[in-house]
């Protein structure tokens, strides 16, 4: 039961949370690296450039959990489920990057809940 659960918190939170966190911080990174051409220069200031590290720190977790996940979901189910970072995704652009936010991506967003809604309570979710 406690591993049900485990794998269920893997799967909503950890791992769309890691997949947030993780384009957040390389939009920030852009935006540190926009001004300089690429070339060695640049690879040398993106390698010490901190939230690459952090990207690549989240990346790693959201990587060890989705492995977890994998081991007790079907991974028809998993993927679509992990589909909510689109949703997290989105809403850190528009409260973070204050990016605008269209009528058909407000539609899509609908949708996408929809979608997460409906195969969530599938019972062949339920694995």
């Known amino acids: 039961m406690v591993h049900n659960r485990l794998n269920s918190i893997l799967l909503w939170v950890c791992i769309p949370l890691c997949t947030t966190v993780t384009q957040t911080l390389l939009k920030l990174s852009a935006g540190v690296l926009e001004s300089h051409p690429f070339g060695m220069m640049w690879l040398e200031m993106a390698a010490l450039t901190p939230y690459i590290w952090g990207a690549l720190f989240c990346e790693i977790i959201g990587f ?43 539609i899509g967003l609908v949708f996408i809940l929809s979608g997460l809604f409906l195969i969530s309570t599938s019972t062949s979710a339920k694995n």
Do not use: D, M, P, R
């Not at 492995?67 to 809403?91: D, G, R, W």
């Open 64 to 106: 060890i959990a989705w492995i977890l996940v994998l081991k007790s979901h079907n991974l028809s189910i998993a993927f679509t489920i992990s589909s909510a970072s689109y949703i997290l995704v989105i809403l850190a652009g528009y409260g973070i990057f204050h990016e605008t936010l269209s009528v058909l991506q407000v």
